[in-house]
């Protein structure tokens, strides 16, 4: 079982639809919860964080983290043709020996015009 | 601008030769990390370093070795042991210590193909 499993779509959707992308995890311990899109053929980019069980909104996103279910999502509002791209959840382990991240796989998503 | 760069962009070899791909930061980070990218696999980790002259091995090592001399740099050697070594190759950083520390800023990508 991988640490961390998500639906790689593609998803497909009319631009103003509400999207949610998941992802579920497995590992108790992992600590901080980010979401990051990646354009085609770019690095990743940072788009939200969190460290605690709820809700994070930022503009049209919002993160939601359930510790209980081990389970995290990304919700975007009013979705644009420009929020085309792919979005991967990525988690954070906080021991002292590595600080790096251990990614799903990514959902791909497609907003059309 | 602060930022990572990676070059090149684009990269070929032939199989059998070593390849080093370059990662430039000057955002002052301490932590530096190379991750591997293959479609329908998310990112999986090469190598990372915490501090300068000091690096540990992440999920997916052998094949690869790097090396940190200075702050800003953290180039990674593809070597001819890789055995699958066509893939997407990111670079990212990120503050060692701090409420930051947890942000990774990733480089542009270097798309190696090994024919």
């Known amino acids: 079982q991988k640490e961390v499993e998500q639906d790689p779509g593609p998803l497909s959707v009319p631009e103003g639809a509400i999207v949610s992308l998941n992802c579920t995890y497995s590992?108790?311990?992992?600590?901080?919860f980010m979401w990051y899109r990646q354009y085609s053929r770019k690095g990743p980019e940072l788009l939200m964080y969190?460290?605690?069980?709820g809700n994070k909104e930022d503009g049209r996103f919002t993160a939601q983290v359930d510790k209980s279910s081990k389970y995290i999502s990304l919700f975007i509002r009013d979705s644009q043709p420009s929020d085309s791209a792919t979005y991967l959840c990525?988690?954070?382990?906080?021991?002292?020996?590595?600080?790096?991240?251990?990614f799903g796989s990514g959902t791909r998503l497609q907003v059309q015009p | 601008d602060g930022g990572i760069t990676q070059s090149p962009k684009y990269l070929f070899r032939k199989e059998g030769q070593n390849v080093t791909l370059s990662c430039e930061q000057n955002?002052?980070?301490?932590?530096m990390y190379w991750y591997r990218q293959d479609p329908g696999q998310g990112l999986r980790l090469i190598y990372y370093?915490?501090?300068?002259?000091?690096?540990q091995k992440g999920d997916i090592a052998e094949g690869y070795s790097v090396s940190r001399e200075k702050k800003e740099s953290f180039p990674l050697t593809v070597t001819s042991a890789q055995k699958n070594p066509t893939a997407f190759y990111l670079c990212?950083?990120?503050?060692?210590?701090?409420?930051?520390?947890?942000?990774?800023?990733f480089g542009p990508g270097t798309r190696l193909t090994v024919t």
């Open positions: 590992n108790s311990a992992f600590q901080y």
């Open positions: 990212a950083s990120s503050a060692r210590t701090g409420v930051f520390s947890y942000e990774q800023y």
């Open positions: 955002l002052n980070h301490d932590a």
């Open positions: 990525a988690i954070l382990l906080m021991d002292t020996g590595r600080r790096a991240l251990t």
């Open positions: 370093s915490q501090i300068v002259n000091d690096f």
């Open positions: 969190t460290y605690s069980s």
